[in-house]
């Protein structure tokens, strides 16, 4: 999807901050990299990417990789004068997060965490309605991710049930992008109480180094290792601005497959949005009339966030693609326009802190304030 996007973001958003080359592609062994190059569209290929970070040709590296060499892989490319844009979660913990936040304060480059359902236009607009104050004070946040892909106990025991490898199990893999919109919608978190589960204790050993998010099973009497990160977690929160809400995230809602979605209350309304029904911002505001008040659906299109750039009929259908394409696009332009971009490297590592005191509280049973 990262190659779809630098291929794509010229064609929706013209004229482009700049054209995108696909240089080189980086796997773990120099046949699945040759593949990739020729599957992705990229020139040319590497199992090497210290190699690839020292290039004087690439000006942005691009961190697909588990959790475990986000690190590693972004604080060389920020010495190296690289631009970087990172999948989420930034790091498998907040000291992590925090040395490659150093790195590129201190080389300069732009830096972006990649969360791109905020690209979403109907969560865009939702933005959008609450800075014109339609909204009024924001009373309440209710964020959930659920998903089943890993509901199976026969579902292998990839790097995202190991800890050493991915850090966190559900709360970083998925609740990370909710505390993204909490944050980017409603403020700062300040305070959590939170619960996690482990529900499979164990799980097939996976034979091949491909993740396939649970569509693949292990069939009869396999060896098997342990899981030791969280599959679900809940956590009430408060915010800065005296909001107040909940967040919860799974992957083992048997009938879930991309349940994100948030309910936001105000003073002066609500909003509702279901990532399976991207295209749609459910609203009701407190100066409806009363014999019509009740939520009505904005379908996105053309007169919403970033609708210059996609389809030119509301509701046409947006995917998993376009937030990727948008995503790319501004990242671009802030670089082509040196401005800030957001979410960067300071939101990754704030939302590692946030994911932290989740955990915590969730060991100690017990409210965690963020500032202590």
């Avoid at 004068?81 to 925090?98: F, V, Y």
């Avoid at 994100?260 to 009339?289: A, M, W």
């Avoid at 939520?295 to 919403?304: D, K, L, N």
Wanted: net charge negative; hydrophobic share 40%.
């Amino acid at each position: 999807v990262h190659a779809l996007a630098y291929a794509g973001t010229p064609m929706c958003f013209w004229p482009a901050p700049g054209i995108p080359h696909r240089h080189t592609v980086v796997d773990v062994t120099d046949e699945l990299a040759k593949d990739a190059a020729a599957r992705l569209g990229f020139e040319h290929y590497s199992s090497d990417w210290r190699k690839v970070v020292e290039d004087p040709e690439i000006d942005v590296i691009d961190i697909v990789t588990p959790n475990d060499s986000h690190a590693e892989i972004a604080i060389a490319a920020a010495k190296a004068g690289k631009h970087i844009i990172s999948e989420k979660p930034l790091a498998r913990n907040a000291a992590e997060a925090k040395t490659m936040l150093d790195a590129v304060k201190e080389a300069g480059v732009k830096h972006m965490v990649a969360f791109n359902y905020r690209r979403t236009p109907a969560v865009a607009l939702a933005k959008k309605y609450i800075e014109e104050g339609k909204l009024g004070k924001i009373l309440n946040f209710r964020g959930t991710y659920l998903q089943d892909w890993s509901a199976d106990p026969n579902s292998p025991l990839s790097w995202r049930f190991q800890k050493e490898k991915a850090g966190s199990g559900a709360l970083g893999d998925i609740g990370t992008h909710v505390i993204d919109f909490a944050r980017y919608l409603v403020g700062e978190i300040s305070d959590v109480n939170a619960v996690a589960k482990t529900w499979i204790g164990e799980r097939p050993i996976q034979s091949g180094g491909l993740d396939k998010l649970g569509t693949v099973k292990a069939d009869g009497d396999v060896p098997k290792a342990a899981v030791d990160v969280d599959d679900e977690f809940m956590t009430l929160v408060k915010f800065e601005n005296g909001a107040v809400g909940s967040i919860e995230a799974t992957r083992n809602a048997w009938g879930r497959n991309n349940f994100l979605t948030f309910e936001i209350h105000g003073e002066k309304g609500s909003l509702v949005f279901n990532y399976e029904r991207r295209d749609e911002l459910q609203v009701c505001f407190s100066d409806d009339p009363a014999d019509s008040r009740g939520f009505r659906t904005v379908y996105t299109g053309p007169a919403h966030p970033y609708g210059e750039g996609l389809w030119p009929i509301p509701a046409l259908g947006i995917g998993y693609g376009e937030t990727k394409i948008i995503e790319t696009y501004d990242f671009m332009k802030s670089i082509a326009e040196d401005t800030k971009v957001s979410p960067d490297f300071e939101d990754g590592y704030q939302i590692a802190v946030i994911s932290a005191a989740i955990l915590e509280s969730a060991e100690k049973g017990q409210w965690v304030n963020l500032s202590k």
